[in-house]
């Protein structure tokens, strides 16, 4: 292969057999990372100066070679990309993607339909509404649902807010005159939130001194009492409670709030609720696990994310609320070069629902995925992330060198590696140590979180290659390094 050339007429196309060699290349190199999984590494460890060298070149003028182009990408993309693919990836909430959305991504790309209005994708756009749906479905969500594919769990909860946000003071006019002059809201929600629903308060101008954190108990769920207490006083001081948000798996240990209490509280102080469920959301679907989600159909709307347990790979996220017409309340805006006057009845205009006007269609993957596969099948994929966890956790507590620190009812298991010692402060010293030694290492990747203020390692599966074996090999390469660190 050299450069590209066959060229039909003046365009950027090649001819077919041009066009299907450079597909085909592709191809290869796809098979040969799934021939490849289970040995990839976690991380490949390198100085960010010499990544950026790399890359580091002016504007190319002229074309390279094509061999030299796919060599290069070979080397510097993907034989150094981060494992997440592979069965040792445990950091953040990483899932490893499947074969089938990979080849859905192709399609989509290749079609490159535009999902913000009906006639530039009529059948992305119903497969998109029926992926929302069946979101809905998954999490129980009693609701007529109205949703739509955003980037990941932290545009979902942006998203589930601004709603929140516009709806909540329709009646103001807010979304025309702004907030300047009205008395502040609060949003009250745990102590363990992520951090997108902070992000999301700064965005939509409430400020953080409006967020009220609210402690946890043990099992690291939101304290109902304290929760009234709080929003008692603020009414007290003159505030005005606005909205609960309850997690449905929190990053940091999996623990999902008491969403049928934090529902009661909303009713009956007339607030908005929401959940983000963008790690555990889509885990409501098992049956033993349904009594944990008790409330979420409750919700105003609810953040979920594919490109979490779902396996899908990045981005697929997803906002639901009860109805479309919330969204288009929310979010539509008159343009002329929009109109949609001259069309027939019964098209979904996705622009008007949110804020992006271009999209790509996100829900092609995930319905591709889930015909192909039948929800039977990915569910028992999530059932196995939770009973390797259990294992993981198992492990752990039989072992002398580590310790289990928080697990909650899902896929993460927050622990440390104690070499035996019954030192905290040691302990917690060789933990902080064992991060950057452990991505030098690269066999497993792993970080870690600060729990009840303590720093630990922090676990998370899911991914549906993960086995048994490779959750040894987790325990054994910390123990082989951490081992290497006290010496
Ligand atoms: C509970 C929770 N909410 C929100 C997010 C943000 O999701 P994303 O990274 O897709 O923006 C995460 C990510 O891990 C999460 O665990």
């Not at 006019?173 to 999301?200: A, M, N, Q, W």
């Not at 070069?337 to 069309?343: A, G, H, P, Q, R």
């Not at 580590?402 to 622990?415: D, S, T």
Request: aromatic share 10%; charged share 25%; proline share 2%.
């Amino acid at each position: 292969m050299t450069k590209l050339k066959e060229w039909v007429g003046d365009s950027l196309d090649v001819q077919t057999s041009e066009f299907r060699d450079i597909l085909l290349r592709g191809v290869d190199l796809l098979v040969d990372q799934y021939q490849q999984i289970d040995d990839q590494l976690g991380y490949h460890y390198f100085d960010p100066a010499e990544v950026a060298s790399w890359f580091d070149e002016t504007l190319p003028d002229a074309p390279m070679d094509l061999d030299e182009l796919f060599q290069l990408i070979q080397d510097k993309v993907v034989n150094t990309a981060t494992g997440n693919l592979g069965p040792h990836m445990y950091a953040y909430v990483m899932s490893g993607g499947s074969q089938i959305s990979l080849v859905a991504e192709q399609i989509a790309s290749c079609l490159n339909q535009n999902i913000g209005k009906w006639h530039l994708g009529p059948a992305m756009t119903e497969i998109e509404k029926r992926v929302v749906q069946w979101g809905a479905d998954m999490i129980g969500y009693q609701h007529q649902a109205g949703g739509v594919m955003l980037s990941g769990g932290s545009a979902a909860n942006l998203a589930g807010l601004t709603v929140a946000r516009n709806l909540f003071f329709e009646s103001e006019e807010i979304r025309r005159r702004g907030l300047f002059g009205r008395k502040p809201f609060t949003l009250y929600t745990s102590s363990e939130v992520h951090g997108c629903i902070d992000k999301s308060v700064e965005l939509l101008g409430i400020g953080t001194d409006h967020i009220r954190k609210i402690s946890v108990d043990d099992q690291y769920m939101l304290r109902t009492d304290e929760l009234r207490s709080q929003i008692n006083q603020d009414i007290a001081d003159g505030l005005q409670p606005w909205c609960i948000v309850g997690t449905a798996g929190t990053v940091n240990t999996g623990a999902i709030d008491d969403l049928d209490a934090l529902a009661d509280l909303a009713e009956e102080y007339q607030m908005w609720f929401h959940v983000d469920g963008a790690y555990g959301g889509l885990a409501a679907q098992l049956d033993g696990l349904s009594s944990y989600y008790q409330g979420i159909s409750r919700a105003d709307s609810v953040a979920i994310d594919f490109h979490k347990w779902l396996y899908q790979p990045f981005e697929a996220g997803c906002v639901l609320v009860k109805d479309w017409s919330e969204l288009k309340r929310s979010f539509y805006k008159k343009a002329e070069y929009l109109s949609t006057d001259f069309e027939g009845d019964g098209r979904l205009n996705f622009n008007e629902h949110n804020f992006q006007l271009s999209r790509n269609c996100k829900a092609f993957k995930v319905w591709m995925s889930i015909k192909a596969y039948g929800m039977k099948r990915i569910a028992a994929m999530i059932k196995k992330d939770i009973d390797l966890t259990a294992y993981l956790a198992d492990q752990i507590t039989k072992s002398s060198d580590f310790e289990i620190k928080a697990r909650g009812p899902l896929a993460i298991v927050c622990f440390s590696y104690t070499a035996g010692s019954q030192d905290p402060a040691l302990v917690e010293h060789l933990n902080k140590r064992l991060i950057p030694a452990l991505e030098s290492d690269g066999r497993v990747f792993i970080t870690g979180t600060n729990i009840h203020g303590e720093f630990v390692l922090r676990a998370c599966l899911i991914n549906h290659r993960k086995t048994k074996a490779s959750v040894d090999h987790l325990l054994e390469v910390i123990r082989d390094v951490g081992k290497s660190l006290l010496d």
